[in-house]
């Protein structure tokens, strides 16, 4: 539905602008991880990612092993024990799961948090280089959106030009 409604908006924009329309297309996610604001803020995110997941992968390693241990011990351990310890293993995992959502959400605000001025910065870098080379519209081309356009159609490499001289 997207597609069809971005393709009649082009088709309705570029016969209202007449023959003399020009559109063009950016990359933003191509763009913003192009430039140097952007691969610090990849780099820091990155960084934050490790270090999350090394506390993870050992809660998730301290979980198994108290399955393995529990595992082996089955036999020895009256039903009430087991019982006891089966339940504290299934709160561990809960606990696990929770944290693992929890550090989803943390890293998904700290990405927003970091691209959302380079973004900003983007969109007015966008702007200048589509009216200083004639544009009328200007798509953001996300996946395979843009089936076809001429060359000079990608504003992608001097927008990530532009946007780096505004430092």
């Given at each position: 539905m997207k597609k069809i409604l971005m393709s009649l908006v082009m088709v309705v924009g570029a016969s209202a602008f007449g023959a003399?329309?020009?559109?063009?297309?950016?990359?933003?996610?191509?763009a913003i991880q192009s430039t140097a604001a952007g691969k610090k803020a990849k780099e820091s995110l990155d960084a934050e990612?490790?270090?999350?997941?090394?506390?993870?992968?050992?809660?998730?390693?301290?979980?198994?092993?108290?399955?393995?241990?529990?595992?082996?011990?089955?036999?020895?351990?009256?039903?009430?024990?087991?019982n006891k310890k089966q339940m504290e293993l299934q709160e561990e995992m809960l606990k696990f799961q929770k944290t693992v959502a929890e550090n989803q959400v943390e890293i998904q605000k700290k990405e927003k948090d970091l691209v959302e001025p380079i973004l900003e910065k983007m969109k007015k870098t966008i702007e200048k280089v589509a009216q200083e080379k004639g544009f009328t519209l200007v798509i953001e081309k996300q996946g395979q959106n843009v089936l076809f356009a001429q060359k000079d159609s990608d504003l992608t490499e001097d927008v990530v030009k532009a946007f780096e001289k505004e430092k």
């Open positions: 003399e329309s020009k559109i063009g297309f950016v990359d933003v996610q191509k990612f490790q270090k999350r997941k090394q506390n993870l992968d050992k809660k998730k390693a301290d979980i198994e092993k108290m399955g393995q241990d529990l595992e082996k011990k089955k036999s020895v351990l009256s039903e009430e024990v087991m």
